[in-house]
Each structure stands twice: as structure tokens, then as C-alpha cells.
């Protein structure tokens, strides 16, 4: 092949190999094992946590929440020798834990699995975080489950029972490890060994509470998994909840790959006849020989290696470059008009190299600075999150919502700055904060929210409310009111801000099902349970911020008495079915406020976070009330009883229980 044609034949393999990593795995044979687990060699995906060497798949909470996490380990593992036509047979160790603070509030469960897809995190409940709610074909795996609720959509047999699945959790094959003394949800350590032999065509579940592997196996299914296990696969472990507070650990893991044979260097034949003739070399030096040997060695080795090293940085490099460009332009093409286009530089100078010392906020996206821009002495806040495809979806998520809306009780975004494998958003500075600091730590900025302050506030979260819920071309959701992101501007005016799980949604079509977030405390107990979010869910948390507004306290506060957690809901009901609604209002007010305006405000509240969606208010009905254009609701002075579809009775005491 001519040199220019070899060049350009070497370069596309590299870009297609970048574009396809499984084209870059051979067929070796690969281990690992970690007795202490550290993110250098894990992604972890969904609400999985690392913590002291112990990976925790789901929420770890007091109170009930649907939570969906997955952990992979990082590199694609071959399991198909196309050289040979071997498939390789696997063996995994590792230990598991599932703990309970609420016994009674069991499920759903976890999973080991295999799969081609290294991005693999599906809805939480049932569905063990391996498969959408919404895509139930997408995802496609192989997968050992350990299932702690009798879900008689996959044809559970029970609460505590081991299963092969694979592109389906309905179970091909599963078994109860009670019989072997197994409890998955005792809360031990379970220490579990899967073997897959290929030549058998056979898999075994053992499992113990010691590090003794068991002679029998807890799970044996005879199956030929060499049409499921492609060239690269990506092993890890998911786990879920759905209304509840089980807790899914994972403390140590190995794996390894087996049966591929090392690879040899293929024989050449040569044709040879009866009338050859041998032909005398005279002797050469044994140490020029030796010496010419080893370097045209060197040199047949050292070239080649050297040029597919160049071609390999080049092709990563120009394909990285490809990539951020089109990050770039597809962010662009979101922002047709608004927000400016900051620099990377100017940003960093302004905030004096992202410095600690300018950090005003922390959020799930990331951190929040202060910024003085020097030229036109304006000051802004800026929100960096590092690149990534988690981080990288909030932000599109966030810009592409709050760059279309204008409202004066919403943060108004002035910019935007993808440079350096970062992301920023730049917002108007908001003097006095968040709500939440005002509220609880105002002594910081030696000032205290009034009473007609607290009303502005009740009335300007409104308002922004009913513009996102019934005046956009499209309703948005926002999903996590909270009063951490309700900033005050110079004049106490309220602004809704941080959109990073707001949803945008036809006002004439249903909320479709997404998995639970928020922050607790302010979730609406159906969006717990069915993890729908809807106007009625926001609704419910601006009932719990207005009730905090009234009170000064938070959604779930320890009694400094009895040092019991007491939901904020349920203690003003309380207080409001006794006839002494009024002893509910803040303390630190010292009574000056209108006390028909206080009740108001706090039956508003109420009437808001109603247990039973159906009764809430909307947000524009509230706005009318609260600016005197409409009556008041009526509020039972008993708090409902909550009852969901399934038949199953709930009080708000099940939902956020009382605990130490």
C-alpha cells in the first residue's frame, strides 16, 4: 500500500475506534478486586453515593423516598475472542448488605449485571434501577437480582428471592434463599459468589454469611449466555426504593474473565520439494549477528510503535476538539436569542480563580460565586459545574427552561460559558441570599424579615408560580421549591430560581412519570409514592415554604425538648384542630403582625399541603386569597387521611415518620 494511502487508512481506524472503544478491547482475560472502593474506578450513576470505601446504591433517609443508583466499573470488559469464537466464562465475589431504619417499610431491592450500555440507570421501585418505567425494552442486560418486594408485575413468588434476568425482570429462573438461612433483609453482610462456566453452559448463585463459599448453590440455571455477551460489556450493580427507606450497601467486590487462550503468533508455510538444494553460508560473527539482530528488532518494533502512538494522540485530541465544538454549537442552537456568551477567562478573573473565599452557594449542580467584573463594575453570581453527562443535561436542562421565561419574581439569567470542560451559568446577584439563610441565620447579615416582609415574599413566590404553571406557552414544573432556592433581591422581593429539575410540559397533555427528585421534606406524598410530578406536587411545596415563612421553623425539626423530629405539616394541623392555629407564628416576631393576616397565611399553608392532592388549591386560586380576590379555603380542622389507588392507607406520619 503506497505511504499516503497507509496514512490515511491509519487515521480513520483511529477516529473509529475512538467513535467505537469496543473495537480497541482484545481478548484477554481480565481481573480485578477491590476490598476497598474508590471512585477512580467506578462511575456512578442516579443517587449511588461513595462513602468510607462502601458504595450505597439509593438514598440513605430517614423517611420514605423513591430512589434509583447505579455503580459501573469503568472499563469495558471483553467477553467474545472473534479469533477464536470463544466465549469467556466470568466469576464474581462480592458483599452486600440491605438495612432497613423502618422494617415495616421494606423494598425494592438490588442487582449485579452485564451489559453493553455503560450509562445504564432506569426508574426506581420494581424496576431495580436496570429498566425505564417508560422504555421497558431499552435497556438489555444480564442480571442476578436480590429482590425484597413481592411485585406481582414480575411475577414475584415473594419478598426475599434471587433471580436470573436477562433484558426483562421477570426472572427466567429464581430461587428463595431463605432455605439456604440467607435474609436479604437482615441487614448482615451477604458475601455472593456467581460463576459462569461457558463450556457448560451453566450458573451458580452461592451465597454466605461468612467469606466461606458454600459447597451448594443457592441459584443454578443451566443457560448458554454466549449470545448475550458481546465483544465488550461493562459490569456494576443498581439498586431501588419506592416509598421506603431501605438502604442497599455494596463493601467489597472482584471479578475476573477466564477461558480465553493467550494469543499466538501465526505459523507461515512454506512450500518445500525433494530438489531443493542446500546452499553453504560461510560462518558470521556470532556478536555481529547478535547485535544486528537485536536492533533491526528494535527498530521494526520502536517505528511502528512510535507512529500508532502519534496517530492515537492526534486522532484523541482532534476528536475531543470535534466533541466540545459540537457542545458548543448544540448549546447555541438552544439560545437562539438571550443570555450572553461569557468567556472562560473573564469569568475566572472575576470570581479571582473560582477562590473559596467567593463561594455564596452550594447545589446539586455545584457551586455558587460571587463575581465583580472589574470593567463595568457590575456584580453577578456564577454557578460552575465540571463537565459531565450528568452535570452536562442539568445544565441544557436549566438553560434551556429559564432562558425563554421573564418574570420579575424569577433569577434572572444574564449569561452562559462552556470552555475548559466547564459549565457556567451567570445570574443577577441577589443581595440578602436565600430565603432559607434570612430565615434561619439571619444574624449573618444583621437583618430580620418583617412581617410585611414575610407577606411580599408569600405573595411574589405566587406569582412567579402562577406564571410558570399558567401563563408560559408551556407549563413548567419546577419540582424542587424549597426556601434554599428562593433568593431575596435588594427589596425583599422573592425570585424562583435554580431550574435544574424543572420540567417543561403541554399545558393540555399528563405529567409523564420521572424518577422522584427533590429535596425532603417538601415532596408531596403521591409524588413519593408514584414519582409524578405535577402542578399539584408544587403546590404542596409552597405550602411547606409558607408554613416556614409563618413559623420560622423547618419542614422537619428535632423538639429541643424531646429531641423528637417533628414535621412542621402536622404540628401547625395540630395546633389548628385545637383551635390555637395562631401559636404557630413565629416567635421572633414578638406578635407584631395582623393576626386575621397570619391565620390567613397560615391556613393557606395548610390548605396547600393537603395530603389528598384533589383538595389543594391551584397556584392562581392561592395568589387570589392571598392578595384579597378571593375566600379563603376550608380547611378540616383533622388532617385527611391519605389513600392511594392500590387500596393502601397512609397518614403523612408514614410518609415523613417521626425518628430519632
Same mark, same amino acid.
Given at each position: 500500500?503506497? =505511504?499516503?494511502?497507509?496514512?490515511?487508512?491509519?487515521?480513520?481506524?483511529?477516529?473509529?475506534?475512538?467513535?467505537?472503544?469496543?473495537?480497541?478491547?482484545?481478548?484477554?482475560?481480565?481481573? &480485578?478486586?477491590?476490598?476497598?472502593?474508590?471512585?477512580?474506578?467506578?462511575?456512578?450513576?442516579?443517587?449511588?453515593?461513595?462513602?468510607?470505601?462502601?458504595?450505597?446504591?439509593?438514598?440513605?433517609?430517614?423517611?420514605?423516598?423513591?430512589?434509583?443508583?447505579?455503580?459501573?466499573?469503568?472499563?469495558?470488559?471483553?467477553?467474545?475472542?472473534?479469533?477464536?469464537?470463544?466465549?469467556?466464562?466470568?466469576?464474581?465475589?462480592?458483599? &452486600?448488605?440491605?438495612?432497613?431504619?423502618?422494617?415495616?417499610?421494606?423494598?425494592?431491592?438490588?442487582?449485579?449485571?452485564?451489559?453493553?450500555?455503560?450509562?445504564?440507570?432506569?426508574?426506581?421501585?420494581?424496576?431495580?434501577?436496570?429498566?425505564?418505567?417508560?422504555?421497558?425494552?431499552?435497556?438489555?442486560?444480564?442480571?442476578?437480582? &436480590?429482590?425484597?418486594?413481592?411485585?406481582?408485575?414480575?411475577?414475584?413468588?415473594?419478598?426475599?428471592?434471587?433471580?436470573?434476568?436477562?433484558?426483562?425482570?421477570?426472572?427466567?429462573?429464581?430461587?428463595?434463599?431463605?432455605?439456604?438461612?440467607?435474609?436479604?433483609?437482615?441487614?448482615?453482610?451477604?458475601?455472593?459468589?456467581?460463576?459462569?462456566k461457558n463450556d457448560l453452559g451453566l450458573l451458580?448463585?452461592?451465597?454466605?454469611?461468612?467469606? #466461606?463459599?458454600?459447597?451448594?448453590?443457592?441459584?443454578?440455571?443451566?443457560?448458554?449466555?454466549?449470545?448475550? #455477551?458481546?465483544?465488550?460489556?461493562?459490569?456494576?450493580?443498581?439498586?431501588?426504593?419506592?416509598?421506603?427507606?431501605?438502604?442497599?450497601?455494596?463493601?467489597?467486590?472482584?471479578? +475476573?474473565?477466564?477461558?480465553?487462550?493467550?494469543?499466538?503468533?501465526?505459523?507461515?508455510?512454506?512450500?518445500?520439494?525433494?530438489?531443493?538444494?542446500?546452499?553453504?553460508?560461510?560462518?558470521?560473527?556470532?556478536?555481529?549477528?547478535?547485535?544486528?539482530?537485536?536492533?533491526?528488532?528494535?527498530?521494526?518494533?520502536?517505528?511502528?510503535?512510535?507512529?500508532?502512538?502519534?496517530?492515537?494522540?492526534?486522532?484523541?485530541?482532534?476528536?475531543?476538539?470535534?466533541?466540545?465544538?459540537? /457542545?458548543?454549537?448544540?448549546?447555541?442552537?438552544?439560545?437562539?436569542?438571550?443570555?450572553?456568551?461569557?468567556?472562560?477567562?473573564?469569568?475566572?478573573?472575576?470570581?479571582?480563580?473560582?477562590?473559596?473565599?467567593?463561594?455564596?452557594? +452550594?447545589?446539586?449542580?455545584?457551586?455558587?460565586?460571587?463575581?465583580?467584573?472589574?470593567?463595568?463594575?457590575?456584580?453577578?453570581?456564577?454557578?460552575?459545574?465540571?463537565?459531565?453527562?450528568?452535570?452536562?443535561?442539568?445544565?441544557?436542562?436549566?438553560?434551556?427552561?429559564?432562558?425563554?421565561? +421573564?418574570?420579575?419574581?424569577?433569577?434572572?439569567?444574564?449569561?452562559?460559558?462552556?470552555?475548559?470542560?466547564?459549565?457556567?451559568?451567570?445570574?443577577?446577584?441577589?443581595?440578602?441570599?436565600?430565603?432559607?439563610?434570612m430565615l434561619y441565620q439571619e444574624r449573618e447579615?444583621?437583618?430580620?424579615?418583617?412581617?410585611?416582609?414575610?407577606?411580599?415574599?408569600?405573595?411574589?413566590?405566587?406569582?412567579?408560580?402562577?406564571?410558570?404553571?399558567?401563563?408560559?406557552?408551556?407549563?413548567?414544573?419546577?419540582?424542587?421549591?424549597?426556601?434554599?432556592?428562593?433568593?431575596?433581591?435588594?427589596? &425583599?422581593?422573592?425570585?424562583?430560581?435554580?431550574?435544574?429539575?424543572?420540567?417543561?410540559?403541554?399545558?393540555?397533555?399528563?405529567?409523564?412519570?420521572?424518577?422522584?427528585?427533590?429535596?425532603?421534606?417538601?415532596?408531596?406524598?403521591?409524588?413519593?409514592?408514584?414519582?409524578?410530578?405535577?402542578?399539584?406536587?408544587?403546590?404542596?411545596?409552597?405550602?411547606?415554604?409558607?408554613?416556614?415563612?409563618?413559623?420560622?421553623?423547618?419542614?422537619?425539626?428535632?423538639d429541643p425538648e424531646s429531641q423528637i423530629m417533628?414535621?412542621?405539616?402536622?404540628?401547625?394541623?395540630?395546633?389548628?384542630?385545637?383551635?390555637?392555629?395562631?401559636?404557630?407564628?413565629?416567635?421572633?416576631?414578638?406578635?407584631?403582625?395582623?393576626?386575621?393576616?397570619?391565620?390567613?397565611?397560615?391556613?393557606?399553608?395548610?390548605?396547600?399541603?393537603?395530603?389528598?392532592?384533589?383538595?389543594?388549591?391551584?397556584?392562581?386560586?392561592?395568589?387570589?386569597?392571598?392578595?384579597?380576590?378571593?375566600? =379563603?379555603?376550608?380547611?378540616?380542622?383533622?388532617?385527611?387521611?391519605?389513600?392511594?389507588?392500590?387500596?393502601?392507607?397512609?397518614?403523612?406520619?408514614?410518609? /415523613?415518620?417521626?425518628?430519632?
Amino acid at each position: 500500500m503506497p =505511504p499516503r494511502k497507509l496514512h490515511v487508512f491509519a487515521l480513520l481506524f483511529v477516529f473509529f475506534n475512538f467513535k467505537h472503544p469496543s473495537f480497541l478491547v482484545f481478548a484477554n482475560n481480565v481481573s &480485578f478486586d477491590f476490598s476497598f472502593l474508590s471512585i477512580r474506578n467506578l462511575t456512578l450513576l442516579g443517587d449511588s453515593y461513595l462513602r468510607n470505601g462502601v458504595i450505597g446504591l439509593t438514598r440513605d433517609v430517614t423517611v420514605p423516598s423513591s430512589s434509583s443508583g447505579t455503580a459501573i466499573y469503568n472499563y469495558p470488559i471483553p467477553f467474545f475472542d472473534s479469533e477464536s469464537n470463544t466465549t469467556a466464562s466470568f466469576s464474581t465475589r462480592f458483599t &452486600f448488605s440491605i438495612d432497613n431504619v423502618n422494617p415495616s417499610s421494606y423494598g425494592d431491592g438490588l442487582a449485579f449485571f452485564l451489559s453493553q450500555d455503560n450509562r445504564i440507570l432506569g426508574s426506581a421501585g420494581g424496576f431495580l434501577g436496570l429498566v425505564n418505567s417508560s422504555q421497558l425494552t431499552k435497556n438489555k442486560f444480564v442480571a442476578i437480582e &436480590f429482590d425484597t418486594k413481592h411485585d406481582t408485575y414480575f411475577s414475584d413468588p415473594n419478598d426475599n428471592h434471587v433471580g436470573l434476568d436477562i433484558d426483562s425482570l421477570e426472572s427466567i429462573k429464581i430461587a428463595d434463599p431463605i432455605l439456604k438461612g440467607i435474609d436479604l433483609k437482615s441487614g448482615e453482610p451477604i458475601t455472593t459468589w456467581i460463576d459462569y462456566k461457558n463450556d457448560l453452559g451453566l450458573l451458580k448463585v452461592f451465597m454466605s454469611h461468612s467469606k #466461606l463459599k458454600p459447597a451448594k448453590a443457592v441459584l443454578s440455571v443451566q443457560i448458554d449466555l454466549s449470545g448475550y #455477551l458481546k465483544e465488550a460489556m461493562y459490569v456494576g450493580f443498581s439498586g431501588s426504593t419506592e416509598g421506603s427507606t431501605e438502604l442497599h450497601l455494596i463493601q467489597s467486590w472482584s471479578f +475476573r474473565t477466564y477461558a480465553f487462550l493467550p494469543v499466538r503468533p501465526k505459523a507461515h508455510p512454506h512450500n518445500v520439494s525433494d530438489s531443493s538444494v542446500t546452499v553453504m553460508v560461510p560462518p558470521i560473527s556470532r556478536s555481529n549477528h547478535k547485535h544486528n539482530k537485536v536492533l533491526g528488532l528494535g527498530l521494526g518494533i520502536a517505528g511502528p510503535a512510535f507512529f500508532c502512538v502519534f496517530l492515537v494522540v492526534f486522532g484523541y485530541f482532534s476528536i475531543k476538539k470535534w466533541q466540545k465544538i459540537q /457542545v458548543v454549537k448544540s448549546l447555541k442552537a438552544e439560545l437562539v436569542t438571550g443570555p450572553k456568551e461569557y468567556n472562560y477567562k473573564e469569568l475566572s478573573s472575576a470570581t479571582k480563580g473560582f477562590h473559596s473565599s467567593r463561594i455564596i452557594g +452550594r447545589g446539586s449542580f455545584g457551586n455558587v460565586y460571587k463575581a465583580h467584573f472589574g470593567t463595568s463594575g457590575d456584580v453577578a453570581a456564577v454557578k460552575r459545574s465540571k463537565h459531565s453527562h450528568e452535570g452536562k443535561a442539568d445544565f441544557v436542562a436549566e438553560l434551556s427552561i429559564i432562558a425563554c421565561l +421573564r418574570h420579575k419574581n424569577l433569577v434572572q439569567l444574564q449569561g452562559w460559558c462552556v470552555e475548559k470542560d466547564e459549565l457556567l451559568l451567570v445570574y443577577e446577584f441577589m443581595p440578602y441570599g436565600s430565603l432559607d439563610k434570612m430565615l434561619y441565620q439571619e444574624r449573618e447579615f444583621g437583618m430580620f424579615l418583617t412581617w410585611s416582609h414575610r407577606k411580599k415574599i408569600a405573595v411574589g413566590l405566587a406569582s412567579a408560580l402562577t406564571y410558570l404553571h399558567q401563563e408560559c406557552e408551556q407549563q413548567v414544573i419546577h419540582r424542587d421549591i424549597k426556601t434554599s432556592n428562593v433568593m431575596l433581591d435588594g427589596n &425583599f422581593n422573592a425570585r424562583l430560581g435554580d431550574f435544574g429539575l424543572a420540567r417543561l410540559m403541554d399545558h393540555d397533555k399528563s405529567p409523564v412519570s420521572t424518577l422522584t427528585a427533590g429535596t425532603m421534606g417538601y415532596l408531596a406524598p403521591e409524588y413519593l409514592h408514584y414519582g409524578k410530578a405535577t402542578e399539584k406536587t408544587d403546590v404542596f411545596s409552597y405550602g411547606v415554604v409558607i408554613l416556614e415563612l409563618a413559623c420560622g421553623k423547618r419542614p422537619i425539626e428535632r423538639d429541643p425538648e424531646s429531641q423528637i423530629m417533628v414535621n412542621l405539616v402536622d404540628w401547625v394541623w395540630g395546633l389548628y384542630g385545637e383551635g390555637k392555629i395562631i401559636e404557630a407564628a413565629d416567635e421572633r416576631l414578638n406578635k407584631e403582625f395582623n393576626e386575621e393576616e397570619m391565620k390567613k397565611l397560615l391556613l393557606v399553608g395548610l390548605s396547600c399541603a393537603n395530603p389528598d392532592s384533589l383538595e389543594r388549591p391551584t397556584i392562581r386560586r392561592i395568589l387570589q386569597i392571598l392578595n384579597g380576590e378571593a375566600e =379563603p379555603v376550608l380547611v378540616p380542622k383533622t388532617k385527611p387521611t391519605l389513600t392511594f389507588s392500590c387500596g393502601l392507607q397512609l397518614t403523612l406520619d408514614d410518609i /415523613v415518620s417521626d425518628c430519632e
